[in-house]
């Protein structure tokens, strides 16, 4: 059985992608190893199909984070036996670039998105010459790497010139799971439940989505799954305009479970702000999520999203961020009985089609060759 090595710098609590792709590299016969970090808050990890490592660390962000994790990364793999390395976006491609060539052991990438094109990069201009210099040598260098969409892959292509596949953030099909008790959250059972999932960072627009529950006529909440950068300036601003008792904060919740959770809501939002080449092509793991439990989507009208909505009809986009126009697309769509009807109806064949089952297809066809 031959071993592969996953890298990722996060904690592996809630990276559904990295688990699907863990999952069918199993399915496959691989013995799988995935490596991340461990933060203070992080998760306990569940029983998983394959075996994890979660490294603990000094820092937790910027350069010293960087250089710390790629360094210890670098030899774990030295010291640990593989057939194959598999990076996760240009913060891990480093370690695993390096001992893949000193280890003359093949090496595939991942990108799930435009790293230099983060909004946490914007107005950082040094520290993006930095990170191209880095993709500037190794990614032409790469031999096998797939993205997360079309359109991030073109991209790549351009830049680069390697041939990049495209393996989309598509969830596992997911039938006849119960969904949990709103009780748990504490909603009352007259209110409808508006749902953001995913990172807490900036550019997301959840500051206009807070601002906009003070405008909301109907009986509706706010629930805000997942942590971030941005975690404490957001419930510090629904206390400050007083909007605590629309907007619940659930932390993170382990991937096993959210689905369950995500199927309580009756409007998903992913409604990120055009600021960055990598937000202007993104096509985020939430978006996909609410398409597989049955949720009406309001969404950024940016191009992989927007192709979908209008494709499969499965909910609207907003014209901008003003928090009245939010507040207004909210009501006008919680409680239109028959449009909601609509868009579940056409959600049915949305998730049949966007899903992992289907998708797992194309990402077997690269790992074969190392089988």
């Not at 240009?90 to 893949?100: F, V, W």
């Not at 439940?193 to 706010?222: C, H, P, S, T, W």
């Not at 499965?314 to 609509?342: C, R, T, V, W």
Request: glycine share 4%.
């Amino acid at each position: 059985m031959k071993r592969v090595i996953i890298s990722v710098t996060n904690d592996l609590a809630t990276d559904q992608r990295v688990d699907r792709v863990c999952n069918t590299l199993v399915k496959m016969g691989f013995d799988v190893l995935l490596v991340g970090r461990e933060l203070k808050q992080s998760l306990p990890l569940k029983p998983r199909q394959y075996r994890t490592k979660r490294m603990r660390l000094l820092y937790r962000k910027g350069p010293l984070f960087y250089a710390e994790y790629n360094l210890r990364l670098f030899i774990f793999l030295l010291f640990h036996k593989a057939s194959l390395l598999v990076s996760n976006d240009l913060d891990t491609l480093p370690a695993n670039y390096l001992a893949s060539r000193l280890l003359k052991i093949p090496q595939v990438h991942d990108c799930h998105e435009y790293f230099r094109g983060v909004p946490e990069l914007n107005g950082r201009p040094s520290t993006v010459r930095k990170w191209k210099k880095i993709e500037d040598y190794i990614f032409p260098r790469l031999h096998s790497v797939y993205a997360v969409n079309a359109s991030i892959a073109e991209i790549y292509r351009k830049e680069y010139g390697n041939e990049v596949r495209v393996i989309r953030n598509v969830p596992v099909r997911k039938m006849n799971i119960p969904s949990r008790n709103r009780a748990e959250l504490g909603i009352p059972s007259d209110h409808r439940i508006i749902l953001y999932q995913g990172a807490l960072n900036v550019d997301r627009g959840l500051e206009e989505a807070i601002l906009a529950m003070r405008f909301v006529k109907e009986k509706a909440v706010l629930v805000i799954i997942g942590t971030g950068d941005v975690a404490g300036q957001l419930k510090n601003l629904a206390t400050r305009e007083n909007v605590d008792s629309k907007v619940i904060f659930t932390g993170a919740i382990p991937l096993e479970d959210l689905h369950a959770f995500t199927q309580l809501a009756d409007l998903g939002l992913s409604i990120e702000k055009d600021v960055s080449l990598n937000y202007h092509y993104c096509l985020p793991n939430k978006f996909l999520d609410y398409i597989q439990a049955g949720v009406p989507v309001l969404v950024s009208p940016l191009p992989e999203m927007q192709a979908i909505v209008e494709k499969y009809e499965i909910g609207e986009m907003i014209a901008d961020h003003d928090p009245q126009h939010l507040a207004e697309k909210f009501d006008s769509m919680l409680y239109h009985e028959n449009m909601l009807a609509f868009y579940k109806e056409n959600l049915e064949k949305a998730a049949t089609d966007l899903c992992w089952e289907n998708e797992e297809q194309n990402l077997t066809t690269i790992y074969r060759p190392y089988a």
